[in-house]
């Protein structure tokens, strides 16, 4: 199957009138890019609505969507004007329309990760999508997709797409749209045409404002937004408000224990809070750990506002009890940070940020601490840990288990953090060797 090289319409295109058609030249939209996950965790990105003469398909994505089978594509776009309520709308429903797929007549789909993106067009243009692709290419499948969308009455709507190729083996989409007293029709078709993979990640100018909030304001506006339907998010927000915006670390050291579930931080942390007389805190504090497992189940603009929003109390706590003893945090933003990169930016390792990009910087306005220690061990060691002790994990953290991408991502993106940076300590020793090498660490570092 080849990409299309010109427009020409498939034999089963629905004919829109000369009065549609007019209106859709006025508002033409502009190209819309996707970044399409193939097997292995690589990106195959390309363009629909332009034409490319010469270019050479990826064969891998013409694998997924053109013949044998058929291919769809859904988009949740995001309101105009692009605030946080419309994000925060636009995610949930990018997540319902997940879980739906996966059950009833289309859990017989293959479904893969989809993003749609205006080339340049910056944190706004972002849309997150779905690609899936029924191998039987059964009319049931779009009738399900068509019925499917019914039951979505707020605007915006999900867009779906269908890929086709046409007799000259050349690879389209086209849109349904909803048309006054007509029902789902299709407009003309689409070239579909490969470019060139974009130097950064198209996801990542987003992530200041869906993830990795560069300040406390942007955390707080999400769960804001998110009182209406989430009661909880307005006990949060009071805790948080009852903290002063500026915080300062008191005269006695301060240090951040990171690391993946079952690398022994929780015994290093109360070890070395032990050894140095220290306070121990935990992030997310106690005062919300509460209602964990309730935003461990949003969308990741709602988690990770919760989870940033839960360091900014901590950073509160922190400042009074480093005025009288050393305090030791159990994980802080840097945990917050790397799963939020590492869930959103699809693909692999390479496709993350690139090491000293401002994403990985800690944010302004947040108390540091005096030193960040990332515990790490083996892969096998890890899950041989986490079998012996049956342990409560979090969705991503079971993802670490299962998945080795995301994993080698997640601890990525650990090593690339600045401002502080994280000292990697080599868990897989004895509990004492593990942590006379971190109390070695804290007094060489903090003076």
């Known amino acids: 199957m080849a990409f299309a090289r010109r427009p020409r319409a498939p034999l089963l295109l629905v004919r829109l009138s000369g009065q549609r058609r007019g209106a859709c030249a006025r508002t033409m939209a502009p190209p819309r890019c996707f970044a399409l996950e193939l097997p292995g965790c690589t990106l195959a990105h390309f363009v629909v609505g332009t034409d490319a003469p010469g270019a050479r398909p990826d064969p891998r ?20 004007g692009g605030d946080c309520a419309a994000r925060v709308r636009a995610a949930r429903l990018h997540q319902r329309l997940l879980l739906q797929l996966r059950r009833g007549p289309l859990q017989r789909c293959q479904l893969r990760r989809l993003l749609c993106y205006c080339p340049g067009g910056g ?18 499948t779009r009738s399900a997709l068509l019925e499917l969308l019914d039951s979505y009455l707020e605007a915006p709507r999900p867009r779906l ?5 046409d007799p000259r083996h050349q690879l389209w989409q086209r849109l349904w749209e909803l048309q006054d007293g007509q029902g789902w029709q299709q407009v003309d078709p689409e070239p579909v045409v490969p470019v060139p993979e974009p130097e950064l990640h198209p996801v990542v100018p987003d992530l200041p404002s869906s993830g990795v909030f560069p300040h406390r304001e942007a955390a707080r506006a999400v769960l804001e937004a998110c009182t209406p339907f ?8 009071e805790l948080v408000d009852q903290c002063p915006e500026q915080v300062q670390k008191g005269k006695f050291p301060v240090v951040a224990i990171e690391g993946l579930d079952a690398t022994g931080k929780t015994t290093v942390t109360e070890s070395v809070a032990e050894s140095l007389k220290a306070v121990l805190l935990k992030s997310p504090p106690t005062c919300v750990s509460q209602w964990r497992n309730l935003f461990d189940d949003e969308p990741t603009i709602i988690r990770r506002a919760f989870y940033s929003l839960g360091n900014y109390i901590v950073a509160s706590e922190i400042a009074k009890e480093s005025t009288k003893s050393p305090v030791i945090v159990d994980r802080y933003w840097h945990s917050t940070a790397t ?10 390792p390479q496709h993350l940020p690139p090491a000293h990009h401002p994403i990985y910087q800690w944010p302004r306005d947040l108390l540091r601490p005096d030193l960040v220690v990332l515990l790490t061990v083996s892969p096998e060691e890890r899950v041989q840990r986490i079998q012996a002790r049956g342990m409560d994990r979090t969705r991503e953290e079971v993802e670490l288990e299962v998945n080795s991408i995301f994993r080698q991502k997640v601890e990525l993106c650990y090593q690339r953090m600045e401002s502080p940076a994280c000292h990697v300590v080599d868990a ?15 007094q060489n570092t903090c003076h």
């Open 161 to 165: 797409g269908e890929f086709v190729g």
């Open 428 to 442: 897989s020793p004895s509990r004492e060797t593990v942590l006379q090498m971190v109390l070695s660490l804290i």
């Open 230 to 237: 989430i009661p909880e998010a307005r006990a949060v927000l």
């Open 123 to 140: 944190a706004d243009s972002v849309q997150h999508g779905i690609l899936l692709h029924d191998p039987g290419a059964s009319p049931d």
């Open 339 to 348: 799963y939020a990169i590492a869930t959103e930016v699809s693909g692999g």
């Open 61 to 80: 994505a013409a694998e997924l969507l053109g013949p044998p089978g058929r291919s769809y594509s859904l988009c949740v776009p995001v309101a105009p």
